[in-house]
């Protein structure tokens, strides 16, 4: 455990904690201070646990995929919540640069919640399984505008009732278009995540159970961002480029492709 101290300098520490004499404020008739001198240091103790080795290797893992791919970003293309769910809908194994192709008219003529309760197959009919997408997307629209005001929700457990939408896809509807810390399991962070031994699991829920006990939050929707250009460029699920790769010496399988 790491102890600390830290001294707090504040305007608004209560009364007891500050010296000098406070004048009433002319607008507000409160007792206010005007100076830093009118102030009492405060020593603190606070305490911080150091990082578990995991999650230690966690922040190496982060530093070394952030030089290497600076130029991370989800594949897809969306200006709005609506939009990604729509994407993410269509992009169910399916290519992300076909998705792209597609929603790029698409969203040109669809745009509410109420205009994708009539979505046409034959908008959609490069993507695979096209028919069952456009009814999981008609669906969709159609309980967000019963359920939520045709707004995508920014809770977990709303997402999860949407028709076509798992926590995947939901965890990326929170991290990408809400901001909130969460951690979307695809194929390429299930990978990934296994090979650099940050989880011994194969379930996609337990996997997201276990680095979000290890990627610091503010670092979430990133970390899955990373490791998703990281599994396409370098750590390929046929052929990853063991001998060049710049995570080697933190990697258990460093020598997962050597002769
Ligand atoms: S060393 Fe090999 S197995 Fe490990 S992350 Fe890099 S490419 Fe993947």
Request: hydrophobic share 40%.
């Amino acid at each position: 455990m790491v102890v600390e101290p830290l001294l707090i300098l504040t305007r608004h520490s209560h009364p007891r904690h500050l010296t000098g004499r406070p004048r009433q404020s002319q607008t507000t008739g409160r007792r206010v201070f005007d100076s830093l001198h009118q102030l009492r240091i405060i020593p603190l103790i606070v305490t911080r646990t150091p990082p578990s080795p995991a999650q230690a290797r966690v922040r190496q893992i982060l530093a070394i995929l952030n030089t290497t791919h600076p130029d991370a970003k989800l594949a897809l293309k969306f200006s709005t919540p609506l939009e990604l769910l729509v994407a993410l809908i269509l992009a169910a194994k399916a290519r992300d640069d076909l998705v792209n192709t597609v929603t790029d008219q698409l969203f040109k003529k669809y745009h509410t919640a109420a205009d994708w309760t009539q979505l046409q197959e034959q908008d959609i009919r490069q993507i695979n399984f096209y028919r069952n997408k456009t009814r999981a997307i008609r669906q969709a629209a159609a309980l967000l505008v019963a359920q939520f005001g045709g707004q995508v929700p920014d809770r977990l457990a709303d997402l999860l009732t949407l028709p076509g939408v798992g926590r995947k896809t939901a965890n990326i509807i929170l991290g990408n278009a809400f901001g909130q810390p969460a951690i979307g399991v695809d194929t390429h962070v299930l990978r990934l995540a296994q090979r650099l031994g940050l989880t011994t699991q194969t379930n996609p829920d337990k996997v997201e159970a276990d680095l979000t006990s290890i990627v610091p939050a503010q670092d979430a929707v990133r970390f899955c961002h990373l490791l998703q250009f990281h599994g396409r460029r370098v750590c390929t699920a046929k052929q990853p480029a063991c001998p060049t790769c710049p995570l080697r010496k933190l990697c258990p399988w460093p020598a997962k492709t050597a002769p």
